[in-house]
């Protein structure tokens, strides 16, 4: 069932993109709000027909908020085509194994698709009003200001809806930054960890290689010493053969 969501929400986006962009009239414009209203319809089917299937429905309905909002906010609708992600194999192929990547190449994915869906509602929202975002440039830069915090104030949204979505971006922020933040530093720490660890194996091999080179020169001095013993004996034993010839 991933692939019809994911179909729709591309569906929606350029639906939508087309009737805040584009601002068509007439017959075009029906159309386009059609679209719209269809894609938000299989949204709530999905939902329904899911939520009423779950043997456990409220531990469903708790893990599975992002769907409600999915619904209630449109905003939020094209974030389904990251769910293309986690089936395509050519991350696989591309990435293999590697979960940081997958991270990685998630938070970025998700970061465009929310500036871009944000920049399309707040223009929507405020291009008619007294605010300065009148174009949809002016809401792309709204946009990563407000996702990065950083917030000059050139441009403030006056209506409810956009105030509303400028909260929503400056969480969104924090938390893929939060990501970004964890992954590189769980990155560093795993090079450390892995330097390390290999400094102790390279210390640990020369440490054998000692042991065994005293081991080999141990037994090489008991030989010398079993032959001094034996040359010192062999001396001994001639003196006292000399000694006792000159006695007689």
């Not at 929310?114 to 300065?132: F, G, K, N, P, Q």
């Not at 209506?159 to 590189?184: E, P």
């Amino acid at each position: 069932m991933e692939w019809p969501l994911i179909t729709t929400a591309v569906i929606f986006l350029a639906a939508y993109s087309w009737q805040v962009i584009g601002e068509p009239t007439g017959r075009a414009g029906d159309i386009a709000y059609g679209i719209v209203f269809a894609s938000w319809l299989v949204f709530i089917v999905d939902y329904a027909v899911n939520l009423i299937l779950a043997q456990r429905r409220w531990e469903w309905f708790v893990h599975h908020l992002f769907e409600l909002v999915v619904i209630v906010l449109p905003l939020l609708r094209p974030l389904r085509v990251l769910r293309a992600i986690t089936v395509l194999h050519v991350l696989n192929r591309t990435i293999g194994t590697a979960v940081r990547g997958r991270i990685l190449i998630y938070t970025a994915s998700a970061s465009a698709l929310l500036v871009y869906a944000a920049s399309l509602a707040v223009l929507d929202a405020e291009r008619h009003t007294d605010s300065a975002i009148n174009t949809m440039g002016d809401a792309i830069w709204w946009s990563f200001v407000t996702i990065t915090t950083v917030g000059y104030g050139d441009m403030t949204p006056v209506t409810g809806v956009g105030r509303t979505l400028a909260v929503c971006l400056m969480l969104g922020g924090i938390a893929l930054l939060g990501v970004v933040t964890g992954t590189l530093a769980s990155w560093i720490v795993e090079k450390v960890s892995t330097n390390v660890d290999e400094n102790q194996a390279a210390t640990v091999a020369h440490v054998r290689r000692l042991e065994d080179r005293i081991s080999e020169l141990t037994r090489s001095l008991d030989v010398v010493a079993e032959q001094i013993g034996g040359e010192s004996a062999a001396t001994r034993h001639s003196e006292e053969m000399r000694t006792g010839r000159s006695t007689e």
